[in-house]
């Protein structure tokens, strides 16, 4: 199993993400407020924007919320001032891991980053300590159910790097620049994702059992419960065997 579609999987099974969609919303008003606020409000000149919205959509976020979480970025409605930046630490086994955060309280966001890390066997570092061990690639996953020749077909023809057979996903990986290009080409042939996203694609694996498996995952999890943590990225793999012992 692909480790950057690892966490992704294990949510799914747990059925974290229906439990959790008010926190879901939550983010995602955060990141089209501040795409909205960076680069306007009009979509088709802001793909960051454009990229939330489909991501909004997709969890049938409603339209009005959508729409105020724009003006609320383009200043034609009062709201909070967010900032953005990127914290950097280990987890369990020395695990590399990557916190990309959203909020209105640097101070509070980094109280509690550093309290989740050391209360789940890991620390905080600093900046650029694991960032190297990541590739930013655009990422958009496919169902094992559909054709793998017709999607690499596709993604080559639209300007992917590569196409990848995950076993339990196929993944096309692209430059980030060349994400909405590439997803928009691939739409067009009427092939649709399960995922589409411009990620963190760690470059080697950090193997995990045991103790350390158990306090990785709950390490996740604690982090992305964090209403100022937009997203979590990490290098670690777990076995399906292991995943079913520790889930029970």
Known sequence: MAGHSKWANIKHRKGAQDAKRGKIFTKLIKEITIAAKIAGGDVA?????????DKAKGDNMPKDTIERAIKKGTGDLDGVN???GTFEGYGP?????I??????????????????????????GVSG???????????????PEMDFDTIFEAALEAGAEDVKDEGDAYEVITAPSDFME????????NLQWQNAEVTMIPQT???????QAEQMLKLMDKLEDNDDVQNVYANFDISDEEIEKIMG
């Open 93 to 97: 086994g020395g695990v590399a891991v």
């Open 45 to 53: 000149a802001n793909p960051r924007l454009r990229t939330a919205i």
């Open 182 to 189: 590439v997803r928009d080409s691939i739409a067009q042939k």
């Open 99 to 124: 916190v990309e955060f959203m909020t209105d309280n640097r101070t509070r966001t980094v109280a509690d980053v550093r309290h989740t890390f050391n209360k789940h066997n890991g620390s905080l």
């Open 82 to 84: 967010y900032e953005e």
């Open 205 to 211: 694996m950090v193997q995990l059992e045991g103790k």
């Open 129 to 143: 300590s694991v960032s190297f061990l990541f590739d930013r690639k655009g990422l958009i996953s496919f169902s």
